[in-house]
């Protein structure tokens, strides 16, 4: 673990979301085309590609092959927890105020440390599966409320299991790229047959996700307390929801395309190395998960999460919502061990999505649907413009930070722009 | 398209399923880890990278890069409708019983045509998003009337779209690849709370798949009388589930591990230019559905399917069911553009199941859910045991063929063994 008090020779601001205790991964090109595997740290990118190919990781398990030049995390995920830890020890030494052999090699230190500024961050991780889960207590008795009512708001498993189910890879975009409002067929209640036409409910779901770093063989599950040795890190994700389309097709086999468009994550994955001063309690579960759900010791993370929306009039983003991942009800070893217990394979680049997260109180609620409680608590902009759902043009933006005594482990920003159907 | 009359050099019965005509691509070794793609002709398989290396694809589109030299299709695939046509063609000239470059050229005919008996076939493509629909009118009914009774057996939706929920590619296995029981949470409807072990419902569905060779991109949807150039090619599919997980975990948000453990394909793909002459008419469509999913001419296949059990203790295998693709009441031009239309990105080797495929007869039936109606009526094998679902040890066999005149296009088998949880 790196130590509290640490600092490096990269100057970091308290309200940064990288400091040295944090080192999350990401994949950037400096406008050349080249993608590598970077670490964040202040307003730089360290590249490794670069730091490796100077030998400087000569003496870790990562030595023979530079994992480091490629596109995406998973050749540096597959190799395995060990790995891990070595590269973030080491990466952890050199940018060490006290360390100088790369503070004091200037020409090193030029060729491999890039103002985040000048360099474009891409997707992370080549995702095989995305699971999503439905874990938030509050979250489901907030949609259940509406759609069902207060007495039979969770349905009747929610309780005994972590409810999830698969979403779509192939749409999993990188903070920045901007969504296309979908089209798709949509029933009004009163209407006869349905109608084609752009979504009139588009929606966020604020989210986290972690990653396999190391799968599974078919037919043998991860035992819930191996669980965090398969987890290489954690992102935001935003599961963009259109709710008019989901509410026509998702009956009896679930969402489909109401979520497939677009799901937009952050670019650094923050590890759990990282993480793992902010470990605390999960809320108190009852009735007691069967014996294969019984994780040793806590299983959530103290991570303060925030969305904004920013119209094309205004200036700044307005906060929609507060609230933290510790909410939780199932945690990610439950969620893990829950998936792989009936031998299902997991893969290096498995993304699985919490659920949307909100809180107790009606300022932490993760959604629109729930924020404006099914469109009958609209909300108003600085711009004086009102909101049920979001509008062409607006930009949602997720954020997220461990708080640590003097500095925040964060994850930056996920952001994206509505475009017009 | 090859002519119904077209012979090879190569011999092939009037039973085979490989004949000139068909001309489907695998990926095998011959016990050599070398993996490349294949052709079946016959009982035996021509290696396409050996035929590349040799200079035999030196006019086409494919003379540059030998893409057949991969160990998966998705190389080919990528390359698009012409270089298919192109490959086809060639391989059909080569193979052509008047074509003396290979059938008299004996020192590359005994390099590249191994006997089928003495490869190892492997899956074909690598998949990037599994997604399964659920089209058989006569198969929703089914279930619905078990569940729902017979005046709410489909639900509102299913006239008016193809219903469809993404399912795990991870966990899709070649041929002959056993499987194992799943464990997992059920609950019975007299029990308080759930439990855990392993499922006692374990079935089979019997559905065909579809191959996305290109994919398009995000925010643009294939509109429906272009998804043909997308397409290329099928195979047969057994989506595994575990009918006392699937009901306890499947609401609200559809199937999850009572599916994800398991899906079986065959190991041949079997291109939609070997399938043309077999199209006929779908099955008429009322209420009209949407102009987006209005597609020119006729969209279904006349694929004659059958299931078989084999137990342990049986010499040989007994059918379940006989069916046909044909009976789809929702096509896969029908799926592709519904799957696009909100603006999904799919990709080269994205796998479609067309959902159970279920005929209009109690003979015709997909599922042993539906065979032995909910458990109600039990079959019996010739080795005098009984059978609701299925019992360890047991093997699961689906074939499948167009029968062409003194011909068939057929797709070999697809065929798994249970072990135990």
Chains 1, 2 share one sequence.
């Not at 677009?262 to 998960?289: C, G, H, N, Y």
Request: net charge negative.
């Amino acid at each position: 673990m790196i130590d509290g008090a640490a600092t490096s020779w990269v100057e970091v601001s308290s309200e940064c979301d990288f400091p040295i205790q944090n080192l999350p991964y990401g994949i950037f090109d400096a406008n050349d085309k080249r993608l590598r595997v970077g670490v964040a740290i202040g307003d730089s990118v360290l590249d490794l590609a670069a730091i490796h190919d100077a030998g400087l990781f000569s003496n870790t398990m990562l030595a023979d092959e530079n994992v480091f030049a490629s596109s995406s995390l998973n050749g540096f995920m597959s190799k395995g927890r060990e790995a891990w830890t070595q590269a973030r020890q080491r990466i952890s030494e050199l940018l060490s105020s006290d360390n100088p052999t790369l503070r004091d090699n200037s020409a090193l230190r030029s060729q491999a440390l890039k103002p985040m500024s000048q360099v474009n961050l891409l997707m992370p991780v080549a995702i095989g599966d995305f699971t999503d889960f439905y874990s938030s207590k509050e979250h489901a008795t907030n949609v259940g409320t509406m759609f069902r009512g207060k007495d039979n708001a969770l349905m009747p498993n929610w309780l005994h299991l972590p409810v999830g189910y698969h979403g779509r890879a192939s749409t999993v975009f990188a903070s920045g790229v901007d969504i296309r409002r979908p089209k798709g067929q949509t029933k009004a209640d009163e209407a006869a047959a349905p109608s084609f036409g752009a979504s009139r409910l588009l929606d966020f779901e604020l989210e986290m996700g972690f990653f396999l770093g190391t799968g599974n063989q078919p037919g043998e599950p991860i035992e819930i307390n191996q669980t965090k040795d398969h987890i290489f890190g954690m992102v935001l994700l935003n599961d963009w929801s259109a709710r008019d389309i989901q509410k026509w097709e998702y009956v009896p086999l679930g969402p489909f395309l109401g979520k497939s468009f677009a799901t937009s994550i952050s670019p650094w994955v923050v590890t759990m190395d990282a993480l793992e001063p902010f470990r605390v309690a999960s809320p108190k579960q009852d009735p007691t998960p069967l014996p294969y759900l019984g994780l040793d010791g806590a299983g959530a993370f103290d991570i303060q999460l925030q969305a904004f929306i920013q119209s094309e009039k205004m200036t700044e983003p307005m906060r929609l919502t507060a609230t933290n991942y510790k909410y939780l009800y199932w945690n990610m070893f439950q969620q893990l061990a829950h998936h792989t217990v009936n031998g299902t394979g997991m893969r290096t680049g498995d993304l699985c999505g919490s659920g949307t997260i909100s809180g107790p109180t009606e300022d932490s609620r993760g959604s629109m649907l729930e924020i404006c409680w099914k469109g009958t608590k609209p909300i108003t902009l600085p711009d004086g413009s009102e909101r049920k759902f979001f509008a062409d043009g607006d930009t949602v933006i997720i954020n997220g930070w461990c708080e640590g005594e003097g500095y925040r482990v964060g994850f930056g920003d996920v952001r994206a722009k509505i475009l017009p159907a």
